[in-house]
């Protein structure tokens, strides 16, 4: 059975910092590797970052020099340092693997075919 369980979110303050993981189980990793996407109110999902099993890093321009991803291999747990935190950033995070395609960029051209559960990161002025 394929698990993909995230943890780390929370409330902070503008300009906070929250790390959020998340455990794969399950899954072997595919070349596109593993990602974080975050999903608004009232707005699409949207891909936050990725990173491929080549080591590859891929992070959305909202995002980049705040976010950093990472993957530990032997666990299979995935990561994501969130730092500067706008309120922007305000959203329900989800940890995600497997997409049908990927570009060399590292970012995801299909969508995931798994998910983890979301966790909600709050940023607050």
């Known amino acids: 059975e394929v698990q993909l369980v995230e943890s780390g979110g929370g409330s902070v303050q503008v300009g906070g910092t929250l790390s959020l993981s998340c455990i794969i189980s399950g899954l072997w990793m595919s070349d596109c590797g593993r990602g974080w996407y975050r999903q608004s109110p009232g707005k699409e999902r949207e891909l936050v970052s990725t990173i491929a099993k080549r080591g590859t890093t891929y992070y959305a321009d909202s995002v980049k020099g705040r976010f950093t991803i990472s993957h530990d291999d032997p666990s299979d747990t995935l990561y994501l340092q969130m730092n500067s935190l706008q309120a922007d950033d305000t959203a329900v995070y989800y940890c995600?693997?497997?997409?049908?395609?990927?570009?060399?960029?590292?970012?995801?051209?299909?969508?995931?075919?798994?998910w983890g559960q979301g966790t909600q990161v709050t940023v607050s002025s």
């Open positions: 995600a693997a497997d997409p049908h395609g990927c570009s060399n960029d590292g970012r995801w051209t299909d969508p995931p075919l798994y």
